[in-house]
């Protein structure tokens, strides 16, 4: 039986590396770079493409993959677009799209965490865009489409963790948040769960991060002595007078204990290797 065929768009980013990292062992995986991204030019999985400019159709009947995987950044607008085109290709194909979403699709509710098919409903630009796009995709027949929501990411090599590492050691403020209660991920943990759901075949809307919640404050500073850094610099930051939650948890679409962890996974993951 031939290996199933999967095209990351983003595969030059820190997420789309990662699956690609995970995934090209395991399945005919293709993925996208950014065109001034000369280091991946010589590898023959990777093709240049600019969402912005270039006209995906010619990519996907190129490669024609039964599973399509977004990590793309860039441009909210044009992401829009680029989405519909992926839409529109995954309904008239056999192929599946997974679409990395966000815990910012539920940042208007404050009182309580969120689960898969609660009404999403946000403030934020971005939180907007991410809906706009889920709205797009559910239009899509329930087996064609899964929407992976990710809380923030931490981990050795993460974005996250490396602005903590700059800010400190140019004794600049690290921001921490003490009313938000949130939970978080790592790169690592995440793209064995996006690897469990394609190896499964899953459907639907998924939460894919810590089983437990936290302070915002707490896990920063946390990660900060776990990292040992010495005497950082915070800057506390009150966007309201009450705790609010900014949290995605599963109800519905569980995973596996296996793949499920917590909050101090993540805290140690931070000083891995």
Request: glycine letters at 4%; proline letters at 4%.
């Amino acid at each position: 039986m031939p290996k199933k065929k999967i095209l990351i768009f983003g595969g030059s980013g820190f997420l789309g590396n990662a699956l690609y990292k995970e995934l090209n062992s395991y399945y005919n995986t293709f993925a996208t770079f950014c065109k001034d991204n000369l280091s991946l030019e010589k590898n023959q999985k990777f093709y240049p493409f600019d969402f912005e400019q270039d006209p995906v159709s010619i990519l996907l009947e190129n490669i024609k993959p039964d599973i399509i995987i977004s990590a793309v950044r860039g441009n909210f607008t044009s992401q829009i677009h680029f989405h519909n085109e992926l839409v529109s290709w995954v309904y008239k194909n056999d192929c599946k799209i997974i679409f990395l979403s966000s815990a910012n699709v539920f940042d208007r509710f404050t009182n309580y965490p969120s689960y898969e098919y609660d009404k999403t409903l946000s403030e934020s630009i971005y939180g907007h865009f991410k809906i706009k796009i889920e709205n797009a995709l559910m239009r899509l027949p329930a087996n064609k489409y899964v929407i992976a929501r990710v809380p923030m990411i931490y981990g050795h090599g993460s974005e996250r963790i490396q602005e903590i590492k700059t800010l400190h050691h140019l004794k600049l403020p690290i921001e921490i948040f003490p009313n938000v209660i949130t939970n978080a991920t790592t790169v690592s943990r995440f793209t064995q769960q996006i690897h469990y759901l394609i190896n499964r075949n899953k459907k639907g809307i998924f939460h894919l991060g810590s089983k437990d919640l936290t302070h915002h404050s707490d896990l920063i500073e946390e990660i900060c002595t776990t990292l040992k850094l010495t005497n950082p610099i915070f800057k506390k930051v009150f966007d309201s007078n009450d705790d609010r939650y900014l949290a995605i948890l599963p109800k519905d679409n569980q995973l596996p204990k296996y793949l499920q962890f917590t909050i101090d996974d993540v805290v140690k993951e931070s000083l891995k290797v």
